[in-house]
């Protein structure tokens, strides 16, 4: 049974596969199939008649590496079990040890996977706390409870800081515990013979869920899914990305940052509740204390939805990470002089001619610029201040670290962008961050590898990209809420995700400019919400083509179909009365926004016969665009009247107008050329 359940565990699936890359052949250990592995119906879930033990009869020897505790030289090897990889732990939770159950089945199932793989007696594993590691002998095994029935080990062995800590104070401890330690605090010794693998595996599998799966809440949270889909996948999926690297270290601080306080905030309701539920009484204590729940409650509600939107890969990348620039701006210098910073590997005449007639010219009636050398562009960068110029010459650039720009700067390629490369290698959070109130970059080529986070952020202030070829990795272009983006006569291609994202209450401007080879073109986050306005697009020639999805996507929430459905509803309850105005009321409204679609169309040009490629992904664009922009309005003013404030109805043909898309071409683009996701 043993070879059967080690090789069918290890099993790829490729139900697993659309989310991640293909990994290489991993080293065949423990989990990983074999040549001709057992079927999986037969692998794990059979009578343990022939093997009772735990053991593996006619198994060579141990399939699984051994390790040993760090500094502690008397204690026996280990079973090394901690370098399973993700797909190994997917297949186990899945195929053999969840299956199909609710959160409040995840002890019984876990308690039935343990009795079939798990020898009940007759190994040893070391008792490892913060305070002490002890080696101990195990003779039987509480399935129900997840529990090892142990005792010292003879010989005794005991590693502990603290000095006092002897062997009757762990006897002691024993006792206290009935003998009885948890199977998450055990590590199974290794034995060269392989007839503990099963169980070193099992009790990995158990540890790694309690302290990286399960939370205290799960069984409060029961709905059609089972567990398995809801909480262990994606919460799998998480921790291996951020082991990966693929999660910026920002949201990951913030991700566990808010796993604490909702554990934190949870027992303080877990506790408030046992209180209550203790007391008969009506006192108006108790009724302070139900008040207190219901915060507490609404707090942690609050906050496990937060972490959802991080577990989810999906809801992570549409949301985005929320990231708060702390780039401190260093202003003027304190004589007011500007510095012209020149970055060049190597400094020749021929060079240094070109750039004092082309680049270093004094002119007339202006005072001496200071010129500073470096050898790479982030160094030149960093020490700039307000107003300051970098002068990129040819050359590929290798660089290890993030562009930080916090001052308004220039910096600019001295030549064709295919001949001023920067590439950035080694994984960080972010390429390009962009906080100045006004920066231009120009006549350069970026390249990214191994990223994490978008090729460049605009946090806020005025961001200028022209004439640059931006090699993305992951995402390509983000542009933030206030922020303020302009790219013009640029190339960028490659990017996993968009290749420019923008947030609501940003200033997008696209010229001249092409996005291809990304999973999608555009991607415009327009969520509905007061605080928000509506983005300010504007894209004239662009070329969108060859992208995995569509060539531009809204992304709206679905409440606005619920207000749709709302507002027909209470036309109906009150049609009886107010049919005659509400019919012209409505068709005003209808009228108004066709309008303002058709007024919009004028604007831009779209009146005039173009080719069908061009006109109709425009137009599509506008009319969408513009009919999200007046429903946020409707709501707006829907949630003020229910609050008693009367607000006067601005008329459509009034309102500012916020896209202008013309001469745009969309073309062999994966989905067409717009789409929308609703949330």
Sequence with gaps: MADEWLAGVGLWSEAMGPEREPEPEPERTGWAAEEDPAPLEKGLFQDRDSCSDGSS??????????????????????????????????????????????????????????????????????WHTNVFDVLVEVVDVDFAALKAVARLADPYLCESPMSTFTVE?????????????????????????????????????????????????????????????????????????????????????????????????????????????????DSEQESLSVVEGLKLYSEVEQLKQKLKLIESPLLRYVFGYQKNSNIQAKGIRPNGQKVTHVVSPIIVTGLLQSLLRDKLCQEPGKEETEVQFHRDPLSAVSACHE???????PGHYVVHGTFSIADSIEVEGYGLPD????????????FVDCTGADIKISSIKFVQHGAVEGILIVHRGRTTLENCVLQCETTGVTVRN?????????????????????YPGSTCTLCDSAIHHCKEGVLIKDFLDEHCDSPKISMVSNIIHNNEGYGVVLVKPAVLSDLQEDARDAAEETKALTTQTSGEAEAEERGDLEELIACAAGRVGLARPVGPEQGEGDSEIISELLAASVQKGQLRRKRLSELGIVQAGDSLMSQEMFVSIVGNQFKWNGKGSFGTFLF
């Design 169 to 281: 104070c762990v006897r002691g401890l024993l006792d206290l515990k009935g003998q009885r330690l948890p199977l998450q605090e055990l590590w199974v010794v290794f034995d060269e013979s392989g007839a503990f693998d099963q169980t070193a595996l099992a009790v990995e599998h158990v540890r790694f869920f309690y302290q990286h799966i399960w939370r205290s809440w799960d069984e409060e949270e029961e709905d059609e899914y089972d567990y398995f889909v809801r909480c262990v996948e994606p919460r799998l999926r998480l921790h291996y990305d951020i082991l990966e690297d693929r999660v910026p270290s920002g949201l990951v601080a913030d991700y566990r940052s808010l796993l604490s306080q909702c554990e934190e905030s949870y027992r303080g309701f877990l506790s408030l509740r046992s209180s209550l539920s203790a007391c008969d009484s």
């Design 57 to 126: 009869p006619g198994s060579p020897g141990s399939r699984l590496p051994s390790c040993r505790l760090q500094g502690k030289t008397h204690f026996p090897e280990m079973f090394q079990t901690g370098h399973l990889l993700f797909y190994e732990r997917f297949r186990a939770y899945q195929d053999y040890i969840l299956a199909d159950c609710k959160a409040s089945e995840v002890r019984e199932f876990t308690a039935e996977f343990l009795e079939k793989v798990l020898a009940p007696s007759g190994w040893r594993a070391v």
């Design 482 to 502: 206030s922020a303020e983006f302009l790219m013009q006569t640029s190339d960028l291609y490659g990017a996993k995700g968009a290749g420019v994202e923008i």
């Design 419 to 430: 001949d001023i490369v920067i590439e950035k290698r080694g994984k960080g959070d972010s």
């Design 387 to 393: 107003g300051d110029t970098v002068i990129v010459c």
